[in-house]
């Protein structure tokens, strides 16, 4: 990871302000009020980020989740029982997600439990840093 981390802040005011001149006009909902296309996204990713074990493969498709999260408000909540087998990789790229979130004064929630993981972060002593429960 680059000293900037995941994403620099810069680039993340300016995907705001792009997305905030690109919006297309509200539409009406269902309750018949107005939401932007970007208070749907923010609605839609209210699902929390699945963990499952990721490989060399997958870390890109991970990687672009969280960097889109990073450009919405509020706690991220992330699942991590999926993960039997974490590696390095994750886990680095997770540490660099909290501190992102943290200095944009947001917390990540995690959910579900998984020793495999908890034990990998520990030992690479990363559990302060992901934000992890203190008996995880």
């Given at each position: 990871?680059s000293?900037?981390?995941?994403?620099?802040?810069?680039?993340i005011?300016?995907r705001?302000?792009?997305?905030?001149?690109?919006?297309?006009?509200?539409?009406?909902?269902?309750?018949g009020?107005?939401?932007?296309?970007?208070?749907?996204?923010?609605?839609?990713?209210?699902?929390?980020?699945?963990l499952?074990?990721?490989?060399?493969?997958?870390?890109?498709?991970?990687?672009?989740?969280?960097?889109?999260?990073l450009?919405?408000?509020?706690?991220?909540?992330?699942?991590r029982?999926?993960?039997?087998?974490?590696?390095?990789e994750?886990?680095?790229?997770?540490?660099?997600?909290?501190?992102?979130?943290?200095?944009q004064?947001?917390?990540?929630?995690?959910?579900?439990e998984?020793?495999?993981?908890?034990?990998?972060?520990r030992?690479?002593?990363?559990?302060?840093?992901l934000?992890?429960?203190?008996?995880g």
């Amino acid at each position: 990871m680059s000293g900037q981390g995941i994403l620099g802040q810069d680039e993340i005011d300016a995907r705001i302000n792009g997305a905030k001149q690109d919006a297309p006009p509200a539409e009406p909902s269902a309750a018949g009020t107005h939401m932007t296309s970007a208070e749907a996204r923010t609605l839609m990713s209210s699902e929390p980020v699945r963990l499952n074990d990721c490989t060399i493969r997958t870390i890109p498709t991970l990687h672009e989740e969280l960097v889109r999260r990073l450009s919405e408000t509020g706690p991220v909540s992330v699942d991590r029982t999926g993960i039997q087998r974490p590696n390095t990789e994750l886990l680095q790229l997770l540490a660099a997600f909290v501190r992102d979130l943290r200095s944009q004064s947001r917390v990540i929630q995690w959910l579900g439990e998984s020793a495999a993981f908890d034990r990998a972060a520990r030992v690479l002593g990363l559990s302060s840093s992901l934000g992890l429960p203190a008996d995880g």
